[in-house]
């Protein structure tokens, strides 16, 4: 089956307004998160290599001190600024707006597992 | 460096109307694509895993013989359908409109190195 329909997914709130639906391939986890309006991400670390894209929205990230607002380019077109964390990076943020956002994790997210293929 | 501007990246003409930016990490590719309307991309295989978003726009693409058009959800917003293109998965497609795609690419695609970091 080399097609998932993302709506078909349940949603998994793994932090209080942030809703994820993940899909697990071999290697990596991709991962398509709802962010709610001023919802907050703890600052964290995890082992795994982390690549953040806006898709929707304003989302401020904070990556080893350094704080950027990612969005989706000038003006809300063209192409956005991208976040690269590093294995044990340390990395929070806050929902300037609703987003809508991706996350690619390398390897597997396996505590992501648990609700949603 | 943890943020990447993808505008300051030089875009790299991979197929005829594929314009493409990559980033690189340790183990992954990421690749930010404009794509021409009407643009083939012809049948080809790879033995990385391959994950593909559509972020604007229409793209059909076959992938082990199975063909689905992939957009960004329902009426242009909510969850799209993701492609998940295995180690030497056969596929191709075509643009049926301007579209801005997502790759992500396991392991690094040395092959794309060699334009933009």
């Known amino acids: 089956m080399p097609f998932i329909e993302l709506a078909a997914l349940a949603e998994m709130q793994r932090v209080p307004g942030f809703h994820g639906r993940f ?3 071999e290697n990596v986890t991709f991962s398509y998160w709802r962010i ?6 703890p600052s964290h670390r995890h082992p795994h ?7 929707e929205g304003k989302l401020e990230l904070t990556v080893d001190g350094e704080t950027r607002v ?3 380019g000038q003006n809300g077109s063209g192409p956005p ?7 044990n ?3 929070g943020g806050k929902a300037l707006t609703g987003c809508v956002v991706i996350d ?3 390897p597997v997210r396996e505590d992501y597992r648990s609700v949603a293929r």
Chains 1, 2 share one sequence.
Do not use: D, S
């Not at 709610?36 to 991400?41: G, Q, V």
């Not at 290599?49 to 898709?55: A, F, G, K, L």
């Open 81 to 87: 600024t991208i976040a690269v964390i590093p294995p």
């Open 23 to 25: 899909i697990h391939t």
């Open 104 to 106: 690619v994790f390398y």
């Open 36 to 41: 709610e309006k001023n919802a907050l991400l």
């Open 70 to 72: 990612l969005e989706r």
């Open 89 to 91: 990076g340390e990395h």
């Open 49 to 55: 290599e982390q690549i953040t894209v806006v898709i």
